[in-house]
């Protein structure tokens, strides 16, 4: 069985996709490729998932140009992770952007299997790193009802542990030395209704990040 048949559109239609998106824009605003061809200068730092429900300019309602993105499985942050590092170094030090969001969501599927009892081979070295936001959190996503609201807790855990880790860089400790105006939030959205939900967490100093974590992972 093709990929065609299952309704999957073909190439062709992609391309034919892509040339009427450019007339509309156009049509819309004649400079408009011209003006995102000569720079990019976004104020924003989106570190999401990459499920491909959760597109960080549509939800956010803003046109392209105006987002700089990384995104993974259930928005990791890892100080080894030599891709992501660039990345956030890229954003802050030449982009300058003014605010860096971890951004996860509900439904997350690499929180779900995270959870689970089972092996799921090579991505199991990436789980870890949530198995170990679990752990951290033992007590309090025991103490919730069901399983559904222990996975939706940990997405929400996970993004403030991964934005504190985005503070503990090098990269963005050295631009709060340096005077540079950068918040670090976190940020989840909803499957279900489409909406964005602040997890309490933004700190733009490092005197302000125990306080901020402390209010953002406590019981809800």
């Known amino acids: 069985m093709s990929l065609y048949s299952l309704g999957m559109p073909s190439q062709k239609e992609l ?3 892509n040339k009427a998106w450019a007339a509309d824009m156009l049509a819309q605003d004649p400079d408009y490729f011209g003006r995102l061809s000569r720079q990019q200068r976004p ?3 989106w570190i999401g998932c990459s499920d491909s429900r959760v ?8 046109p392209p140009g105006e987002v700089f993105v990384h995104r993974n499985i259930s928005n990791v942050v890892v100080h080894t992770d030599l891709n992501f590092l660039s990345v956030l170094q890229f954003a802050v030090e030449v982009l300058e952007v003014s ?6 969501h509900y439904g997350c599927g690499g929180i779900a299997a995270a959870m689970e009892n089972k092996p799921h081979g090579l991505i199991d070295a990436w789980l870890h790193h949530i198995r170990d936001v679990q752990r951290q959190h033992t007590d309090q996503l025991a103490a919730l009802p069901d399983e559904s609201a222990r996975r939706e807790r940990l997405c929400e855990l996970n993004v403030v542990e991964q934005a504190m880790n985005v503070c503990e860089t090098s990269i963005v400790q050295e631009a709060w030395r340096a005077g540079q105006q950068l918040a670090v939030m976190g940020w989840i959205y909803d499957l279900k209704d489409g909406l964005l939900r602040d997890l309490g967490f933004s700190v733009e100093s490092p005197a302000e990040m125990k306080q901020a974590y402390e209010v953002a992972i406590a019981p809800k």
């Open 43 to 45: 104020q924003y730092f």
């Open 99 to 104: 605010r860096i969001i971890v951004c996860g």
């Open 55 to 62: 597109p960080a300019n549509v939800i956010a309602g803003l």
């Open 15 to 17: 391309f034919a996709n």
